[in-house]
């Protein structure tokens, strides 16, 4: 078999059957012997692996998929000791002075790298949350070995058993706290590989140093039960997400990013389960009280996070009263924040925003405030356009002539992850679940959707319907229902036959 050993600037590599992709001369220049190269299929994107990369990835995986082969041998009060044992770590003052420490280094590093800090400090409340999660995984039930069906037969009898789906592959932003997000899965007999952002690594084999392995090691859990691929390269990750031992493939982060890993994952052949693209719908009906919209918008544009509000629709006949409501809410925002919000309106609807809106105020961007007008124009075709904001909340306002219409563009348009509507007709809200194409549907604000807050789980991931519909489960990824089901024979009779 031929390997590819060097790359030509100007070579032309074949990709979505119909279409070639051109190595640049830094790519060229680049790559080295023993590296590897993804074509994505679906965009054209050369990705570049250094066999270095490939190396720590591999051994990461191969950590977890050895541990997952003695899994079978531990007891459900191992694990439960495990999720003890790292949270009374994280909750031990010297133990945590270490990772707290490392934190502050990596938070120091990416303030001088002009990086957003928001999501990287692991400070009290992100602590005690992580502490708290693990506890709960502590207390769930794991439901390996659980019988989900049985059937008699005459003679033997078939059992359909909950077991451990197998290693799987995590690749998170920069939030600590997805440790204990991610070690979930342990509880249902799988083992947990992942990547953290570069902005996070100090952080993250701080925790692995002295709460994680601690903990492994404590509750007697196979070493590389939990495995951290660590190095800041982020080919590392395109290279977890190429492995076949990997038994499902999860990410979370930005859009963009994530889009790319799951489309590696997918052209692997690896199951994915994707987290970034959110970008919530709110809904205003003919019959919404005005107030409850209000509240509603307000309360969905906290922080941004993958369940806030991105695209708000009003229906055309209460434009008049709930457009004013709408704006209201987010001056209200903008008196809690103390923030200014970025507004996009649909073309043919400014003439019902007030000319204030247009003009320039300081907008809170990942490079600081950004001195711009508050409300620009969009196209209707643009309604799934997801804001990534920093401080300053960012949403799309349209206006629909009623309910259905809102419906077709969010099926059309939107990720199909969230969407809320604020009737006070029973009945519609009937026809808007059954119609409207979202794992997530509520009647009020959109931050409900997290499975710590609504399921009483912590939550691994909250996958999106872009790239199909997993059989059997919901939205909510947790290490409860990461398992798949073996077929066990107990035959009675032994002289049975076909």
């Not at 007999?189 to 492994?216: C, K, Q, Y």
């Not at 457009?323 to 073309?347: D, I, M, T, W, Y």
């Not at 907008?363 to 804001?387: F, K």
Request: hydrophobic share 45%; aromatic share 8%.
């Amino acid at each position: 078999m031929n390997e590819l050993t060097h790359l030509e600037a100007g070579m032309q590599l074949v990709y979505g059957g119909n279409r070639v992709a051109t190595v640049d001369e830094a790519l060229a220049a680049a790559f080295q012997p023993g590296d590897r190269l993804i074509v994505v299929q679906a965009t054209g994107d050369l990705l570049h692996i250094p066999a270095e990369a490939w190396r720590i990835a591999g051994d990461a995986v191969g950590a977890a998929s050895r541990a997952f082969e003695q899994m079978g041998a531990v007891t459900d009060d191992q694990i439960s000791a495990f999720y003890e044992a790292f949270a009374a770590h994280l909750e031990d003052d010297a133990s945590f002075a270490h990772i707290a420490d490392a934190n502050e280094a990596d938070v120091a590093a990416a303030r001088e790298r002009g990086r957003t800090t928001t999501r990287l400090l692991l400070g009290d409340t992100m602590r005690r949350d992580m502490i708290e999660g693990l506890r709960m995984w502590r207390d769930a039930p794991g439901g390996r070995g659980e019988i989900i069906e049985s059937i008699q037969h005459e003679g033997w009898r078939v059992d359909q058993v909950r077991a451990g789906l197998g290693v799987v592959g995590f690749v998170f932003e920069g939030r600590p706290n997805v440790f204990a997000d991610a070690t979930g899965v342990i509880r249902a007999g799988n083992t947990v590989v992942f990547r953290i952002g570069s902005d996070a690594l100090r952080t993250a084999e701080a925790i692995v140093e002295h709460a994680l392995n601690p903990a492994i090691a404590e509750s007697g859990l196979p070493a590389g039960a939990a495995s951290l691929v660590a190095t800041a390269s982020r080919a590392a990750g395109w290279a977890m997400f190429s492995d076949a031992r990997v038994g499902l493939a999860v990410a979370r982060g930005s859009g963009a990013a994530v889009a790319q890993l799951g489309a590696v994952a997918r052209q692997a052949g690896l199951p994915v389960s994707l987290h970034g693209t959110g970008g919530t719908w709110i809904v205003a009906a003919e019959s919404a009280n005005a107030s409850d919209f209000a509240a509603a918008v307000t309360h969905s544009l906290d922080r941004k996070v993958c369940n806030t509000l991105n695209t708000a629709a009003i229906v055309d006949s209460r434009a008049e009263d709930l457009v004013p409501a709408f704006l209201g809410a987010l001056r209200r925002v903008e008196e809690l924040q103390n923030v200014s919000v970025k507004l996009h309106v649909v073309a043919g609807y400014e003439g019902l925003i007030p000319g204030e809106w247009f003009q320039d105020r300081p907008i809170g961007r990942a490079e600081g405030d950004v001195t711009e007008p508050q409300t620009e124009l969009i196209s209707g075709d643009h309604l799934g356009e997801e804001w990534e904001w920093e401080s300053s909340p960012e949403l799309t306002l349209t206006i629909v002539p009623d309910v259905e219409t809102a419906i077709r563009l969010f099926n059309e348009q939107s990720p199909k992850f969230a969407a809320s509507l604020i009737s006070e007709d029973s009945g519609e809200h009937g026809r808007f679940f059954n119609l409207i194409d979202s794992p997530f549907v509520g009647d009020g604000m959109t931050r409900w959707v997290d499975g710590q807050y609504a399921l009483n789980r912590p939550e691994l991931g909250l996958s999106n319907w872009q790239f199909g519909r997993l059989f059997g489960r919901g939205g909510v990824l947790s290490g409860d229902s990461v398992y798949t089901v073996r077929t066990r024979a107990t035959q009675e009779d032994p002289e049975l036959r076909r």
